[in-house]
């Protein structure tokens, strides 16, 4: 058997496009800031999560593509699975030969759901090796949430990220969403609004051609401007979205990054089948408006998303009810930020684990 050498190996498919990639940059990011061992992480899409990094994130790790597995000599001492993936049978094979054994965490999915604490840090044996269940979560009993920066350091904007009208007063909204029916009925709404609105669209949305097609075939609106934005590095559009007054987000990194800069935010949940996508949204809805002080508050974000993630269509008053609403819906995501930063950070929980794991 061949000695460990101290260094992480993190392992993602892409299944959610820039959601998995999205996740899988942070998560190495903020590992390699928070622990001394090299970090590097295979992903079946190099390319795509290359093109999210900036000049520092290329300093901090290195990602390989899945193939290059299989030049490999030795696993790392750390491996991590993200979002569930299994690891390729030859790396196994590494892994089963190498002493000590490496310690392996599986980083699933981001969930409201009450069951996920019965679960969190649970062991799984594959002879000889342990694989243990690592759930993110938003309580003090999940594995918390990837926080970008140390809570007492307070995010800045970067206005030049941003183009805007020349209009005072105006709303900026980020729309970053799957593949929507509701988004024409949304964008209609927008547009015959008393309140002006500034839309950021990522153009890498797969219907982002459809939404031109739309637009050019609607009358010019002078409350409804579209600004499409080119792909950029993550920390970029995290300025993007910090700059922003109401966030649209779908998946799970958008989504977390929304709640930690304690912004409002609807959420689009990865469509799944049968619906069981909805009962993660129910899950969630639950716990993020558990302490609004205002009930009809609550209605309406409970109602607007449900509108959203089925598809339904978003008529002028659900857009002016949600307005009318933003006030508080603006104080109440402060007072779930103020909590979520409370918590100790995924990173260091990780880390925490995987100390006390190697003195059992």
């Known amino acids: 058997m061949s000695e460990i050498k101290p260094h992480w190996h993190c392992f993602c498919r892409v299944i959610d496009n820039f959601g998995d990639a999205g996740v899988a940059l942070r998560f190495c990011r903020q590992l390699s800031i928070w622990q001394p061992y090299p970090v590097t992480l295979f992903i079946d899409d190099p390319a ?13 790790f290195s990602v390989k593509a899945w193939s290059e597995i299989d030049v490999l000599t030795g696993a790392a001492a750390y491996v991590i699975s993200l979002f569930g993936c299994n690891l390729p049978t030859r790396y196994i094979e590494l892994a089963v030969k190498q002493f000590p054994h490496p310690q392996w965490i599986n980083i699933e999915h981001l969930s409201a759901e009450d069951w996920i604490e019965s679960f969190h840090l649970k062991p799984s044996p594959h002879p000889p090796l342990t694989e243990y269940f690592f759930y993110p979560g938003f309580t003090q009993r ?32 980020f729309l970053f969403c ?48 579209i600004h499409w934005l080119e792909r950029m590095a993550q920390s970029a559009f995290d300025q993007v979205m910090l700059s922003c007054d109401v966030l649209f987000v779908r998946g799970e990194d958008t989504w977390a990054r929304a709640q930690l800069i304690g912004k409002p935010l609807i959420w689009q949940c990865y469509p799944q089948e049968e619906n069981v996508h909805l009962t993660k949204l129910t899950a969630f809805l639950q716990r993020y408006t558990q302490h609004f002080n205002s009930l009809s508050t609550k209605e309406c974000m409970v109602d607007f998303h449900n509108k959203w993630n089925q598809g339904a269509t978003i008529a002028h008053q659900d857009w002016e009810n949600l307005l009318y609403h933003l006030p508080v819906l603006q104080q109440e995501a402060k007072t779930w930020q103020n909590l979520l930063l409370s918590q100790t950070d995924l990173i260091h929980q990780l880390l925490h684990f995987i100390e006390i794991n190697n003195k059992i």
């Not at 918390?144 to 007492?152: A, N, Q, R, V």
């Open 142 to 173: 999940s594995g918390g949430l990837i926080h970008d920066t140390p809570k007492e350091k307070k995010l800045s904007v970067n206005p030049s990220l941003l183009p805007t009208s020349t209009a005072p007063k105006t709303l900026k909204i």
């Open 178 to 225: 799957y593949q929507n029916a509701a988004t024409f009925s949304l964008l209609e709404s927008l547009s015959v609004s008393t309140t002006l609105c500034d839309v950021y669209i990522p153009r890498d949305l797969p219907h982002a051609q459809e939404i031109i097609q739309w637009m050019n075939s609607q009358k010019q609106s002078n409350s409804l401007t």
């Open 48 to 60: 795509l999560i290359q093109s999210l990094m900036d000049e520092r994130d290329r300093l901090l």
